[in-house]
């Protein structure tokens, strides 16, 4: 198991920056941030818990019900889409991607093709493919913010993931970053069809289905 090497931060303030900018709340203090290793994310992640590893800091993962259901949503017609035509494998949050040595990622939901999957490990926490497609869900659970989303894309590209799409379940929005070139972000709003482009060819959504309410209208009360 590779280890992380021991970083000193003199104030909160350091720690919240070297984590991309997150809240305060995100942060674990124990163990003690800049020291966190991979076998930390394991020994937490055992008990069911799930966290993050970024220069040496453990971060929460949040997820509330409502992205989660937005996750849970684009996850199964993906998963859809990728066994009708055996592409590879489609996952979600709970399995952490380790893209480098001491950095491990856990995006809301994947692709992976075939042609990239190694061979897991039984019983092994972390999954050491490299995804093409990546999603992440804000909301006011999980709201990001520049620093983060700058630092995760960054992240995922020097992994190589192809693809990204931040999903804000607020505005209704989708931003679809070429993780290659990370500036090159084009917003998809309610009347826009988000495409799987090279990543999933083929695959396309209109992104009205993502955030519209499918509750059946209420029964009329009888007079």
Same mark, same amino acid.
Request: proline content about 6%; glycine content about 8%; overall charge neutral.
């Given at each position: 198991?590779?280890?992380?090497?021991?970083?000193?931060?003199?104030?909160?303030?350091?720690?919240?920056?070297?984590?991309?900018?997150?809240?305060?709340? #995100?942060?674990?203090?124990?163990?003690?941030? +800049?020291?966190?290793?991979?076998?930390?994310?394991?020994?937490?992640?055992?008990?069911?818990?799930?966290?993050?590893?970024?220069?040496?800091?453990?971060?929460?993962?949040?997820?509330?019900?409502?992205?989660?259901?937005?996750?849970?949503?684009?996850?199964?017609?993906?998963?859809?889409?990728?066994?009708?035509?055996?592409?590879?494998?489609?996952?979600?949050?709970?399995?952490?991607?380790?893209?480098?040595?001491?950095?491990?990622?856990?995006?809301?939901?994947?692709?992976?093709?075939?042609?990239?999957?190694?061979?897991?490990?039984?019983?092994?926490?972390?999954?050491?493919?490299?995804?093409?497609?990546?999603?992440?869900?804000?909301?006011?659970?999980?709201?990001?913010?520049?620093?983060?989303?700058?630092?995760?894309?960054?992240?995922?590209?020097?992994?190589?993931?192809?693809?990204?799409?931040?999903?804000?379940?607020?505005?209704?929005?989708?931003?679809?970053?070429?993780?290659? #070139?990370?500036?090159?972000?084009?917003?998809?709003?309610?009347?826009?069809?988000?495409? +799987?482009?090279?990543?999933?060819?083929?695959?396309?959504?209109?992104?009205?289905?993502?955030?519209?309410?499918? #509750?059946?209208?209420?029964?009329?009360?009888?007079?």
């Amino acid at each position: 198991m590779t280890t992380t090497a021991v970083r000193e931060y003199e104030t909160l303030q350091d720690v919240i920056d070297a984590a991309g900018g997150v809240c305060a709340e #995100r942060i674990l203090l124990t163990p003690k941030p +800049g020291t966190a290793t991979e076998a930390d994310v394991i020994a937490f992640d055992r008990l069911g818990l799930s966290y993050e590893l970024v220069n040496g800091i453990l971060l929460k993962k949040p997820m509330g019900n409502a992205e989660d259901r937005v996750a849970v949503y684009l996850r199964s017609l993906i998963w859809v889409f990728v066994d009708k035509h055996n592409l590879g494998v489609v996952g979600g949050a709970m399995c952490p991607m380790r893209l480098a040595p001491g950095l491990v990622r856990m995006p809301d939901a994947y692709f992976i093709t075939w042609g990239l999957i190694q061979d897991e490990v039984e019983g092994d926490t972390f999954r050491y493919s490299t995804p093409e497609l990546i999603i992440e869900v804000l909301s006011p659970h999980n709201p990001g913010n520049d620093a983060d989303i700058i630092m995760k894309l960054g992240d995922y590209s020097r992994a190589g993931v192809k693809l990204a799409w931040y999903v804000d379940s607020v505005r209704k929005e989708v931003d679809v970053y070429d993780a290659a #070139r990370l500036k090159s972000k084009k917003t998809l709003t309610m009347t826009d069809t988000l495409s +799987g482009g090279k990543v999933l060819p083929g695959f396309e959504l209109p992104l009205k289905t993502i955030f519209e309410d499918r #509750r059946p209208p209420k029964p009329k009360k009888k007079a």
